[in-house]
């Protein structure tokens, strides 16, 4: 597919001041949400931290952020995430108990091992570490790309651990291009980061750090900016944290980097936070100065309002922002501009799609190539109507691929 790297839509960055500001930590919550379906709990009534306690369908597990005691079950409905979970209560806090490993002489299979074991997730893009450094082995791709390229506006959760993580990145980065059998690796931040005040070192110890300009979405087409681009594997400077932690420490991933900001919050800050935090307590940590109109959940772009604010802090939810103005004004009608159509990266047509989808045509979506919907927000972003086009859209593409898993686990 061709790729014309000068799409996409100019946004506004607002990322300071939680970029500029320190990295906190949310780690030792009072309640942990864990999903509920009972087959798949390891043990229902006491999780203890570390532990696995949830086994997904891939066979990977999430492992428990705190000792915890079972105290509910909750039924949470979003409009784009119903789920029932089980409460577990922080009984006490934790000693973090690290017992350091050397890491120097670790093999490409002790350290592909570590990721799995500790099921790291990236969570630029959802797909688990082990499989990213199997797949550049395999294929033999010789140069990591840091994503720290972050072109939603507030995000800065990856650019922040940039700033004020140097340490545990750097080491990450090491293991990482061990494990990739290469020495070649580069950094890639957002230009816009060039308006700011907090300023972007050029390299983190000898690792050059590579400015990329562009309109959003620029993140999804961020291997086109090198030449090398076939050669490269892109892994978030989250994943490489953690990677670090599981073998050092031998430590699961049971925390993410998480940007907390928005009109409504005292104190925007990007925050470590422990995984299964409901978003109502990690706004309570940050304080508020009004109460928000609206919750985004996940992305300004990419993400999606949430009513419920039990709703539980994932491995990919890279924002909370909480806002008093709803920025999206009443909707109307569809006026057929062909809007949302010119401006899709993908070339996809979210007109028609959008019409199918709301009027429950699903059989005509995969036509269109639904599927192929990256979920970047632009659609909505450019609408005049307001229509909420690629909410739409990424409601129908999540219903085809849950009927899709049935029928196949059907047959
Ligand atoms: S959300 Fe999907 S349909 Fe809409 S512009 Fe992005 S890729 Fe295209
Ligand atoms: S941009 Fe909005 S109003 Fe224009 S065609 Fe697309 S959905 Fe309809």
Redesign the pocket.
């Known amino acids: 597919m061709a790729v014309n790297l000068n799409t996409g839509i100019v946004l506004e960055p607002m990322k300071e001041p939680a970029v500029s500001r320190g990295l906190r930590s949310y780690l030792n919550p009072e309640e942990i949400y864990v999903p509920c379906y009972k087959e798949k709990l390891r043990n229902i009534m006491r999780v203890s931290k570390d532990q696995p306690v949830y086994v997904y369908d891939d066979g990977m597990a999430l492992h428990a952020g705190i000792n915890g005691r079972f105290v509910r079950d909750v039924t949470i409905t979003n409009p784009d995430d119903t789920g029932r979970y089980f409460v577990y209560k922080n009984m006490i806090g934790f000693a973090d108990v690290q017992k350091p490993q050397e890491t120097d002489r670790m093999s490409i299979t002790e350290i592909t091992a570590a990721a799995k074991a500790a099921s790291i997730i990236d969570e630029n893009d959802g797909v688990y570490l082990y499989k990213k450094l199997e797949y550049a082995r395999k294929h033999g791709k010789k140069t990591l790309v840091v994503d720290c390229v972050e072109d939603e506006p507030y995000v800065s959760c990856m650019t922040n651990l940039l700033l004020k993580n140097q340490a545990e990145l750097s080491a990450g980065i090491q293991l990482a291009v061990r494990a990739m059998q290469t020495d070649k690796a580069c950094i890639a931040v957002y230009k816009q980061f060039d308006e700011f005040k907090t300023k972007i070192p050029k390299l983190l110890d000898n690792i050059r750090i590579k400015n990329i300009h562009g309109k959003y979405?620029l993140r999804y087409r961020l291997k086109y900016y090198f030449k090398e681009h076939d050669d490269i594997v892109t892994i978030s400077a989250g994943a490489l944290v953690h990677l670090y932690r599981a073998c050092k420490f031998s430590k699961p991933q049971t925390s993410c980097f998480v940007t907390v900001a928005g009109d409504c919050v005292s104190t925007p800050y990007n925050i470590e936070v422990t995984i299964g935090t409901p978003v109502r307590d990690l706004l309570q940590f940050c304080g508020l100065k009004q109460e928000p109109d609206i919750v985004i959940y996940g992305g300004s772009m990419t993400g999606h309002r949430i009513e419920d604010l039990e709703q539980p802090i994932g491995h990919t939810t890279k924002a909370v922002l909480a806002m008093k103005t709803d920025i999206v004004e009443k909707k109307t009608a569809c006026i057929s501009c062909g809007r949302?159509n010119d401006?899709?990266?993908?070339d996809?047509?979210?007109h028609f799609?959008?019409k199918y989808a709301e009027s429950g045509v699903k059989h005509v979506l995969s036509r269109y190539n639904?599927d192929?919907?990256?979920?970047?927000?632009?659609?909505?972003y450019v609408c005049p109507a307001n229509m909420g086009?690629?909410a739409s859209?990424?409601r129908a593409k999540k219903l085809i691929g849950k009927e899709q898993a049935s029928d196949k686990n059907g047959k």
């Open positions: 979405p949302c401006i899709c990266p993908q996809l047509l979210p799609i959008y639904i192929h919907c990256i979920e970047c927000g632009c659609c909505s086009v690629a859209i990424r």
